[in-house]
T-cell receptor, first 112, second 114 residues
Framework: GENVEQHPSTLSVQEGDSAVIKCTYS??????FPWYKQELGKGPQLIID?????GEKKDQRIAVTLNKTAKHFSLHITETQPEDSAVYFC???????????FGSGTRLLVRP | KAGVTQTPRYLIKTRGQQVTLSCSPI?????VSWYQQTPGQGLQFLFE???????NKGNFPGRFSGRQFSNSRSEMNVSTLELGDSALYLC?????????????FGSGTRLTVV
């Protein structure tokens, strides 16, 4: 069935270093891949997304890459800051399913 | 502009009771989705509504139901509550197909069943 695998489950980096989170999806019909940041007590907040007709997208310190052939997509955060500490979720949607399939989440800790 | 509003923020219910949660989408958004978030199962899709019609439903028992009103506000209902229904229930709104327009989430309703 539809599935999104996300790794790693936890990630600890030093402030200023880069962080990379990877996801793999199973449904070939998926064409929309958002990344969400969730802070304690809040709902998921969209930080960046990419569609299947694009291989890479960047927004300041955040970038996402997509490899449709391998069904992989990744989140890259450069120059990490303590306020980047949160749980990050990848997701996939498409094929007129009208739903997001989420990965299991990555808890990112940025050490000052 | 106002975001997605979910009420109430917190609820405590007893096993066997029923509960109704409310979601007001962003103005102009016609699609509302519901998700259940638990530490063990992560974020799971419940159902999605567009213009008062349910377009998709997740793998949850019939105790979980929802509806959407003509003003796009949505409610979800859980009957005969079980301890395992304790979770954060999240609502997301979209202009139409979320795969085309993206989804915006509310802050959720934290339901505790005792």
């Amino acid at each position: 069935g539809e599935n999104v695998e996300q790794h790693p489950s936890t990630l600890s980096v030093q402030e200023g270093d880069s962080a990379v989170i990877k996801c793999t999806y199973s449904d070939s019909a998926s064409n929309y891949f958002p990344w969400y940041k969730q802070e304690l007590g809040k709902g998921p907040q969209l930080i960046i997304d990419i569609r299947s007709n694009v291989g890479e997208k960047k927004d300041q310190r955040i970038a996402v890459t997509l490899n449709k052939t391998a069904k992989h997509f990744s989140l890259h955060i450069t120059e990490t800051q303590p306020e980047d500490s949160a749980v990050y979720f990848c997701a996939a949607a498409g094929g007129s399913s009208y739903k997001l399939i989420f990965g299991s989440g990555t808890r990112l800790l940025v050490r000052p | 502009k106002a975001g997605v509003t979910q009420t109430p923020r917190y609820l405590i219910k007893t096993r066997g009771q029923q509960v109704t949660l409310s979601c007001s989408p962003i103005s102009g958004h016609r699609s509302v989705s519901w998700y259940q978030q638990t530490p063990g199962q992560g974020l799971q899709f419940l159902f999605e509504y567009f213009s008062e019609t349910q377009r998709n439903k997740g793998n949850f028992p019939g105790r979980f139901s929802g509806r959407q009103f003509s003003n796009s506000r949505s409610e979800m209902n859980v009957s005969t509550l079980e301890l395992g229904d304790s979770a954060l229930y999240l609502c997301a709104s979209s202009l139409g197909d979320g795969g085309s327009y993206g989804y915006t989430f509310g802050s959720g309703t934290r339901l505790t069943v005792v």
